[in-house]
Every structure is written in structure tokens, then in C-alpha cells.
């Protein structure tokens, strides 16, 4: 007896269509497909995507580059986001609608644990804070919002660094020098390496007096329903202040905070019902 192999057929992806009645809400409507991109793209890539005409859409990828939207990588022929379209991200990240509400949060966090608290998000190769709430004891670290500090000796980094896969994480740390800012910077990247999957497993991450001496800091990602989360809240203190130990002790307090900033989030990206307005 033949045994027949009953192929089963591949589905087909749906082109992913570029909305918009104006040349300029179509220029955005592409833009919204290059921010959900984790990596460098072609014009081929993104033609078979989008089924845009190749013709078409190389205009279009130059009137974006033009505007320092887009950017191209050494060889000319992949692109992605440009110097301009990241700080439109930052700025909005920075200055949202909901930055009282987060604020309060960190604000809570503060007065729960008596040091000081920050908001973070993933810029390129670094972690830019958001928000920061700075505690009243006398001695204390400033970093001001808008401050970045490197993504391999931070804690904030290290948890971004261990959402990643394995690939996006060796493409970003590819352009990331690991430089030495204290005798405990991880400089070695097999031992960064180590420090992810240990991060991974324990849900938290620790800098240790790895960015700057005396500084020890714990951090969480803030949960995020829909994907990949790109926040992480901080506790941040004096290691005369704040032991490993001590640190630990701090997370439930810390995942509480993350957890209401998960929903602030949450609701800010909820559809407005306006019928119920009208």
C-alpha cells in the first residue's frame, strides 16, 4: 500500500495595507509599518509586504529619509528609523498626555520605599528615563528626566535586554560598545550574556554599582498585554542606604507600581468610544 502525503497548503499573508486619502497620511501610514520593526529592511522587504510598486515605494523611502524619518545602514541598501523619528518617539514618550498620572505612580513608589524612583524606556543603545521622583533624604543620586545611561550596566537595560530574542539582542549590543564604568561593569559579552538568563528567570534586574560607585538600583518591566514592553519602573539608592538584600525586599512594592503603570498604559491605548461624548 502507497501511503499518500496530503500536502497542506502555506496561508497566505495579507499585504499589509497603506491607508490614507493624502500622499502626506500615506507617508505615515508607511511610517507606522517602519516602527514596528525590530531590525533593518530592504526596499524588496517592505515592497512584498505592503504590495506597494517597487517605483512608488522607493519614492516614498526617500521622501521619509529626506526628512531624516528614515536612515540607511552602510551598504546603502537597508534601511530604518532616522535620528528625527526617534526623538519624535522620546518627545512623545517624555511629554504624553498621561505623564501626571505615571508621575503619581512613581510618586506612590517614593513614599512606599523612602528612595528614589524612575520611569525608563529603550532609546537606541541606551535607556532614556521618563520620570524620576527623587526621595528627601539628604544624600542621593540626581539624574534628571530626559538623562541616559548605557543599556549593558543599568538595570532598566538589563531587563530590556532580556525581553529581547537572541538575535535582537546581538544586533543592538553590536553597535553598543561595552565600556568599563566602574571595576564591576560587565565588559565581556558572554558574561552579559550569563547576566540576562539569570535576569530572565528572576524577573528583575540589578546594577550593582555598575554604572557609577556607590549606586545600586532594582528594576521591573512594566507589563504590557500587547507585547514586547518597552518601560521599566526603578527603585534607586546609596548602597550605605539600599543592599542587595534590601532590594530584593523592594519588589513587591516595585511590581505593584509596574502593574499600575501597566494599566495607565493600558488606557491610553483604549479606543475612544466617541458616541458616548455625543
Do not use: W
Amino acid at each position: 500500500m502507497i501511503d499518500v502525503m496530503k500536502s497542506v497548503p502555506t496561508p497566505v499573508q495579507s499585504p499589509i495595507e497603506i491607508n490614507g486619502d493624502t500622499p502626506t497620511l500615506r507617508l505615515f501610514s508607511l511610517l507606522e509599518v517602519v516602527a514596528s520593526k525590530d531590525q533593518f529592511f530592504s526596499l524588496q522587504q517592505l515592497a512584498e509586504e505592503t504590495s506597494i510598486p517597487k517605483p512608488t515605494l522607493h519614492r516614498m523611502l526617500q521622501q521619509l529619509e529626506s526628512a531624516g524619518l528614515l536612515e540607511r545602514s552602510g551598504d546603502n541598501r537597508q534601511y530604518g528609523t532616522g535620528v528625527r523619528l526617534r526623538k519624535l518617539a522620546e518627545n512623545l514618550l517624555l511629554n504624553d498626555t498621561f505623564h501626571g498620572a505615571r508621575h503619581g505612580v512613581l510618586r506612590a513608589l517614593v513614599n512606599e520605599v523612602g528612595e528614589s524612583c524612575n520611569l525608563t524606556a529603550l532609546s537606541g543603545s541606551e535607556v532614556i528615563y521618563l520620570d524620576r521622583v527623587e526621595t528627601p533624604a539628604p544624600l542621593r543620586f540626581y539624574l534628571h528626566s530626559g538623562s541616559r545611561v548605557p543599556v549593558h550596566c543599568s538595570a532598566s537595560g538589563k531587563m530590556f535586554l532580556a525581553s529581547m530574542t537572541p538575535a535582537q539582542r546581538q544586533r543592538l549590543l553590536a553597535h553598543a560598545p561595552l565600556e568599563a564604568f566602574t571595576p564591576k561593569t560587565l565588559t565581556d559579552l558572554d558574561a552579559l550574556e550569563e547576566e540576562i538568563k539569570q535576569v530572565k528567570q528572576q524577573g528583575f534586574a540589578l546594577d550593582n554599582e555598575e554604572f557609577l560607585p556607590g549606586l545600586l538600583c532594582v528594576a521591573v518591566l512594566v507589563p504590557n498585554a500587547s507585547g514586547r514592553s518597552n518601560l521599566c519602573v526603578a527603585v534607586q539608592a546609596p548602597i550605605m542606604r539600599l543592599s542587595v538584600l534590601k532590594a530584593i525586599q523592594l519588589l513587591p512594592a516595585l511590581q505593584r507600581a509596574a502593574d499600575a503603570l501597566s494599566r495607565i498604559e493600558s488606557n491610553a491605548t483604549d479606543p475612544i468610544d466617541h458616541s458616548k461624548s455625543a
